[in-house]
């Protein structure tokens, strides 16, 4: 018992020593912002519920709602860049890489609220790469080919099979031997039964498969903590 007793009052003196050590830490806190108000001006509000996403402003410190704003922009960006070729698709995405050029190159930020972002767009990478998928395929899609039912599941098959590397002709929506052919090909690399057969299920399995190569490993900018660089287009 004298001893259990013993290692409690160790315990109650290490408490009461790091309680201290915290007042102690917020005290000097308080006063250094008190000598330096610029500091307290500088240091960005939290974001409300609601506002996990928030587009940055041209210019000052990000907090992390902004932050996740531009790491979520920067995975949309790789997405549509591999789906939009040419065109008037590629010019609205080259409009919004410049936007998103404009605000990275003044990008500043605390680490803590840094680690924060990432969090928040580490849990959503995944449907942040399916919904700018779906937006990008719908964008490329011509209209006359999503008006038809069979149309629409040939190209995008065939688009797929272009994104995965295995059909190197023309998205048309029109079934094709050479798209049939680049379709068994693909079942012969994933050791199925070479079919050539093109429906809504195999459509889909194409999706899944593109979907997973493309979620990151990680987020983040990478490099220091002030500015990063510009995204190319």
């Given at each position: 018992?004298?001893?259990?007793?013993?290692?409690?009052?160790?315990?109650?003196?290490?408490?009461?020593?790091?309680?201290?050590?915290v007042f102690l830490n917020?005290?000097?806190?308080?006063?250094?912002?008190?000598?330096?108000?610029?500091?307290?001006?500088?240091?960005?509000?939290?974001?409300?519920?609601?506002?996990?996403?928030?587009?940055?402003?041209?210019?000052?410190?990000?907090?992390?709602?902004?932050?996740?704003?531009?790491?979520?922009?920067?995975?949309?960006?790789?997405?549509?860049?591999?789906?939009?070729?040419?065109?008037?698709?590629?010019?609205?995405?080259?409009?919004?890489?410049?936007?998103?050029?404009?605000?990275?190159?003044?990008?500043?930020?605390?680490?803590?609220?840094?680690?924060?972002?990432?969090t928040l767009v580490e849990?959503?990478?995944?449907?942040?790469?399916?919904?700018?998928?779906?937006?990008?395929?719908?964008?490329?899609?011509?209209?006359?080919?999503?008006?038809?039912?069979?149309?629409?599941?040939?190209?995008?098959?065939?688009?797929?099979?272009?994104?995965?590397?295995?059909?190197?002709?023309?998205?048309?929506?029109?079934?094709?031997?050479?798209?049939?052919?680049?379709?068994?090909?693909?079942?012969?690399?994933?050791?199925?039964?070479?079919?050539?057969?093109?429906?809504?299920?195999?459509?889909?399995?194409?999706?899944?498969?593109?979907?997973?190569?493309?979620?990151?490993?990680?987020?983040?900018?990478?490099?220091?903590?002030?500015?990063?660089?510009?995204?190319?287009?």
């Amino acid at each position: 018992m004298g001893a259990l007793k013993k290692y409690l009052v160790y315990a109650i003196i290490l408490a009461v020593l790091s309680a201290a050590a915290v007042f102690l830490n917020e005290l000097r806190t308080a006063r250094e912002y008190a000598e330096h108000p610029e500091f307290a001006v500088k240091t960005p509000p939290a974001p409300s519920r609601g506002e996990e996403f928030r587009k940055p402003s041209q210019s000052g410190l990000m907090d992390s709602s902004e932050l996740a704003w531009m790491l979520r922009e920067g995975i949309i960006l790789d997405v549509w860049d591999r789906i939009i070729s040419d065109g008037p698709e590629r010019e609205r995405y080259n409009a919004r890489v410049r936007e998103y050029n404009d605000l990275a190159v003044a990008i500043e930020y605390r680490e803590s609220a840094m680690n924060s972002a990432v969090t928040l767009v580490e849990r959503s990478k995944g449907e942040v790469v399916r919904s700018s998928e779906d937006e990008a395929m719908s964008l490329v899609m011509p209209e006359n080919i999503k008006k038809d039912a069979r149309a629409s599941v040939v190209w995008r098959v065939q688009k797929y099979l272009k994104l995965l590397g295995y059909y190197a002709g023309d998205i048309t929506g029109k079934e094709e031997r050479k798209t049939t052919d680049a379709v068994k090909t693909f079942e012969i690399r994933t050791d199925s039964e070479p079919t050539g057969k093109i429906d809504e299920p195999f459509a889909k399995e194409l999706r899944e498969i593109w979907i997973s190569r493309n979620i990151p490993v990680s987020v983040g900018f990478g490099g220091s903590s002030r500015g990063t660089p510009p995204r190319s287009f």
